[in-house]
């Protein structure tokens, strides 16, 4: 996955441009699943809008640039993208751990919220 990091960091900037800046972006593979990783993304959403709808919105197109800027060898390593309220308690403890913006600290053989992480890599994470 290491080598694709700068892309998916591309990916991350833009929409950020776009979206405004997440709360945490990062990509986690869990102990439990073998060679597959979640995208973790958070992000304030808008108060005067239906909530579901951004989220999805939010999926939708960073499911649409990573198809776009990955090889399907690699996409497909992606099991889900899981989005999280910027107050998750897993988010809050990643914002603690790691402050970064647009770089990509990596993560080995930790365990957070009681979560098993095998291995993850911390794009974006900024406490709000």
Known sequence: ?????????????????????????????????????????????????????????IIKKLHEELIKNLPNSIFFKFSRIVFLEPSNPFVLNINMLANVQHGDIEIKDSTINNLRIKHAYIISSKRE
């Open 1 to 57: 996955m290491r080598e694709y990091i700068e892309k998916i960091k591309e990916v991350e900037i833009s929409l950020s441009k776009e979206l405004g800046e997440f709360n945490l972006f990062g990509l986690l593979e869990r102990e439990d699943i073998i060679d597959k990783w979640d995208i973790l993304v958070s992000l304030t959403l808008s108060k005067d809008k239906n909530h579901n709808k951004q989220k999805n919105s």
